[in-house]
């Protein structure tokens, strides 16, 4: 994928590409030229059908060799959250995969990317909250095709979602117009890479654990003084999309019986397809 601007051209960001984290996997590029346009989808959550849905209402194409191409070039930009929750997780990684070696995709990381990548790794990690569910999928798809190709896919799966930047960063004639994030960030952090700033993008401002085992989210939002770059994050389920500080989160609960939002970028339009069922059986 062309990724635009090098070393910043106009401003103070640097391409990770080829860097590695503190666990050593090798990063993929945190710049995405959107000179051609971006389409940025929200939280997906393995929620396949409503995913391809709202690609064809994008204007995406699926061509002979199972690839969706815009006619005018655009590329899409997932938030992360691919997977768990909902009953199609294998399908999400699979089109990522080919889609992001196709040069047509990109995704960030995420937290639920982040502990199945943890998962594929052979690392001690609790799967609940949905997690669970890509752990049977595995088991099934494994009975199905054999051990070998279920190893294989696995592999490729880990490789990529360890590889995924932990935010993108939107160019438009070289300079940064807008950053995609998974689940927030600060102004200070952009076109950097940290554990720290990691962690943040993975599960936003983190004020505790609560009685039922899921985060106490703060809302990032409010103490941005700063209203450029746009910041687009998901994460955290709002029942419409939500502007505020120079951020929107288009996370619209999908996997809870919501939405799937899609934000085009540079046009600031919203186009969303409603789920087809409560996959997750509870409240977002």
Request: one cysteine or more; glycine letters at 12%.
């Given at each position: 994928?062309d990724s635009?601007?090098?070393?910043?051209e106009?401003?103070?960001?640097?391409?990770?590409?080829?860097?590695?984290?503190?666990?050593?996997?090798?990063?993929?590029?945190?710049?995405m030229?959107?000179?051609?346009?971006?389409?940025?989808?929200?939280?997906?959550?393995?929620c396949?059908?409503?995913f391809?849905?709202?690609?064809t209402l994008?204007?995406?194409?699926?061509?002979?060799d199972?690839?969706?191409?815009?006619?005018?070039?655009?590329?899409?930009?997932?938030?992360?959250?691919?997977?768990?929750?909902?009953?199609?997780?294998?399908?999400m990684?699979?089109?990522?995969?080919r889609?992001?070696?196709?040069?047509l995709?990109?995704?960030?990381?995420?937290?639920?990317?982040?502990?199945?990548?943890?998962?594929?790794?052979?690392?001690?990690v609790t799967?609940?909250?949905?997690d669970e569910?890509v752990?049977?999928?595995?088991?099934?798809?494994?009975a199905?095709?054999?051990?070998?190709?279920?190893?294989?896919?696995?592999?490729?799966?880990?490789?990529?979602l360890?590889?995924?930047?932990?935010?993108?960063?939107l160019?438009?004639?070289?300079?940064?117009?807008?950053?995609a994030?998974?689940?927030?960030?600060?102004?200070?952090?952009?076109?950097?890479?940290?554990?720290?700033i990691?962690?943040?993008?993975?599960?936003?401002?983190v004020?505790g654990?609560?009685?039922?085992?899921?985060?106490?989210?703060?809302?990032?939002?409010?103490?941005?003084?700063?209203?450029?770059?746009?910041?687009?994050?998901?994460?955290?389920?709002?029942?419409?999309?939500?502007?505020?500080?120079?951020?929107?989160?288009?996370?619209?609960?999908?996997?809870?019986?919501?939405?799937?939002?899609?934000y085009?970028?540079?046009?600031?339009?919203?186009?969303?397809?409603?789920?087809r069922?409560?996959?997750a059986?509870?409240?977002?």
């Open positions: 994928m635009g601007a090098k070393e910043g106009n401003d103070n960001t640097q391409d990770i590409a080829g860097m590695r984290d503190i666990m050593g996997n090798r990063l993929r590029s945190n710049i030229a959107a000179d051609k346009g971006v389409d940025i989808i929200g939280d997906v959550h393995a396949h059908e409503e391809l849905e709202i690609l994008l204007g995406y194409v699926c061509g002979a199972g690839l969706y191409r815009h006619p005018e070039g655009r590329l899409l930009l997932s938030l992360g959250d691919i997977t768990s929750r909902g009953p199609q997780s294998i399908k990684l699979d089109f990522f995969l889609h992001i070696a196709a040069g995709a990109e995704m960030v990381d995420s937290n639920h990317g982040w502990k199945i990548a943890r998962w594929l790794d052979g690392r001690k799967l609940a909250h949905g569910k752990e049977e999928e595995f088991r099934r798809y494994e199905e095709v054999g051990r070998k190709e279920a190893h294989e896919l696995r592999e490729k799966c880990r490789e990529m360890f590889a995924s930047p932990s935010h993108m960063l160019k438009l004639e070289g300079r940064t117009e807008a950053v994030v998974h689940a927030g960030i600060r102004d200070e952090y952009i076109g950097k890479e940290s554990p720290a990691r962690n943040f993008c993975r599960y936003g401002d004020a654990i609560g009685a039922d085992g899921r985060p106490i989210r703060k809302d990032w939002t409010e103490e941005r003084k700063r209203s450029h770059p746009l910041i687009v994050w998901g994460h955290d389920p709002r029942p419409e999309p939500e502007r505020k500080n120079g951020a929107i989160n288009i996370d619209q609960g999908c996997v809870f019986g919501g939405c799937l939002t899609a085009r970028f540079p046009e600031d339009k919203l186009v969303s397809v409603p789920a069922k409560n996959y059986g509870q409240e977002a």
